[in-house]
């Protein structure tokens, strides 16, 4: 399994960027798909994840501000970032999970991509 996470950067508080996650080696269509993302010092956490038929989740922090999306063809996963603050900050991974009622993750975290909000 191979999850290949790129779209981070530098970027200014109130900016943008879109990440883009390109999955392969499980059957893309039938697993939830999930951003995660480990600021320096802070454990993982889940922002936001999209289920089978495309509904979605959100943590609190990034509600009204990131939105995930995926395309089944492509096997592909992507998270748009709106607003960015400071706090944003982290590198970010993607990861799959089984369609059951809460996200879990599999082992394969892949390298993640690092975002940087300058205040």
């Known amino acids: 399994v191979q999850l290949q996470a790129s779209g981070g950067g530098l970027v200014q508080a109130g900016g943008s960027l879109r990440l883009s996650c390109v999955v392969s080696?499980?059957?893309?269509?039938?697993?939830?798909m999930g951003w995660y993302r480990q600021a320096p010092g802070k454990q993982r956490e889940l922002v936001a994840s999209?289920?089978?038929?495309?509904?979605?989740m959100y943590a609190d922090s990034v509600k009204g501000r990131f939105t995930i999306s995926r395309d089944n063809r492509k096997n592909t996963v992507a998270l748009q970032m709106n607003n960015l603050k400071p706090e944003d900050t982290a590198v970010y991974y993607c990861?799959?999970?089984?369609?059951?009622?809460?996200?879990?993750?599999?082992?394969?975290w892949g390298q993640g991509t690092l975002v940087t909000v300058s205040s």
């Open positions: 080696g499980i059957i893309f269509r039938n697993n939830k």
């Open positions: 999209i289920h089978l038929a495309g509904s979605s």
């Open positions: 990861n799959y999970s089984p369609p059951s009622s809460t996200f879990q993750p599999s082992a394969n």
